[in-house]
C-alpha cells in the first residue's frame, strides 16, 4: 500500500499535465489541475489489448500515467488522479458509479469510479468517463450547471444515491459513501476479461480538444470539431502507431487488437 506520492513525483505529475502547482488546495486549484488532466492523459483502453495487467494500486497508476506516459479507464484515470489531489492536499473519496445503459436502466455498482473532493461543499470530479464534464460539479446543487462540455445536473435517486445527467441524457448513478481502491478490483478485473464488457470488445484512444474531440477507435481515426464528426480510415500499422504518438503521445512497439 503506498504511503502517498512524494515531492518529486508530484513534481512530475504536474508536469505530465502541464499545470502549475495551485497556492492552495481551493476550487480554482482544483478546476486548473481537472482540465488540465482531461486534456493531457488520454481515455483509453489499450492495456487490455496489449496484455499489459492492470493494478489497482495507487504507485503502479501514478507510474502508468507519469513515467510510461499513458492513459487508462476510469479506475486507473480517477485513482491517479485521486492521489496527486491528495497530496496536494485535498480531501478526495472514491465512489462507485452505476453507469447507464439502454433504456435508462443502471448496470451493476463498480462499474465506474469517480471522485468526491470536498472544500466548503462537495465536488463531483471525474477524469476518467471519457466524455464528460471539464470542471467540478457541484454535488449539492439540483439545478442546471453549465460546463464547456454540455449542461449537467445532479438528482437524488433511491437509497440516497445520485443521478448525473448530462444534456438531459442519466450518465451514471453515484454511491455516495467512499470507498477503497482495494474495493473497485473485482469490478476492474470483470471490465478488463469478460467477453462482454465494452472494454474487451472495443479499443480506444481519446482525448478533448479545444473545439471537439479526438479518438483513434482501432484504426479509425475520429474528429469532432464543433459538432461536425470526421472519421477516416488509416493506412496501416506505422500510421497507426503514428497516431498514436502524435495525437495522444503514446509510444506503442506494436498495434493492439481486439481479439476475436
Not at 485513482?79 to 448496470?107: D, E, M, Q
Not at 484504426?219 to 495522444?248: H, N, Q
Request: net charge neutral; hydrophobic share 45%.
Amino acid at each position: 500500500m503506498s504511503g502517498g506520492l512524494g515531492a518529486a513525483r508530484v513534481e512530475a505529475y504536474l508536469e505530465r499535465i502541464g499545470v502549475a502547482r495551485p497556492q492552495a488546495p481551493d476550487v480554482a486549484g482544483l478546476r486548473a489541475l481537472m482540465r488540465a488532466h482531461l486534456f493531457a492523459v488520454p481515455f483509453e483502453n489499450l492495456s487490455v489489448h496489449l496484455g499489459e495487467p492492470i493494478e489497482l494500486v495507487e504507485d503502479a497508476l501514478v507510474e502508468k500515467v507519469v513515467v510510461r506516459r499513458r492513459g487508462g479507464f476510469c479506475y486507473e484515470l480517477n485513482g491517479a488522479f485521486a492521489a496527486l489531489l491528495r497530496a496536494l492536499g485535498y480531501r478526495v473519496s472514491l465512489l462507485s458509479a452505476r453507469v447507464f445503459g439502454a433504456g435508462g436502466v443502471p448496470g451493476p455498482p463498480f462499474a465506474h469510479m469517480a471522485l468526491r473532493v470536498d472544500l466548503e461543499e462537495p465536488w463531483l470530479v471525474d477524469v476518467g468517463f471519457g466524455a464528460f464534464a471539464h470542471h467540478p460539479l457541484r454535488l449539492r446543487s439540483r439545478g442546471r450547471q453549465v460546463d464547456p462540455a454540455g449542461v449537467f445536473q445532479v438528482g437524488e435517486a433511491v437509497g440516497g444515491d445520485l443521478d448525473v445527467v448530462m444534456d438531459g441524457v442519466p450518465q451514471y448513478r453515484l454511491d455516495v459513501r467512499g470507498y477503497a481502491l482495494a474495493d473497485f478490483a473485482p469490478a476492474c478485473w470483470w471490465q478488463r476479461t469478460w467477453p462482454g464488457s465494452h472494454f474487451t470488445r472495443s479499443l480506444t484512444c481519446s482525448l478533448p480538444t479545444e473545439s471537439g474531440r479526438v479518438t483513434l477507435s482501432g484504426s479509425r481515426l475520429i474528429r469532432t470539431e464543433g459538432g461536425r464528426r470526421v472519421e477516416r480510415e488509416l493506412g496501416g500499422e506505422a500510421e497507426v502507431l503514428e497516431a498514436y504518438r502524435t495525437l495522444f503521445g503514446i509510444e506503442l512497439e506494436r498495434v493492439p487488437v481486439v481479439a476475436g
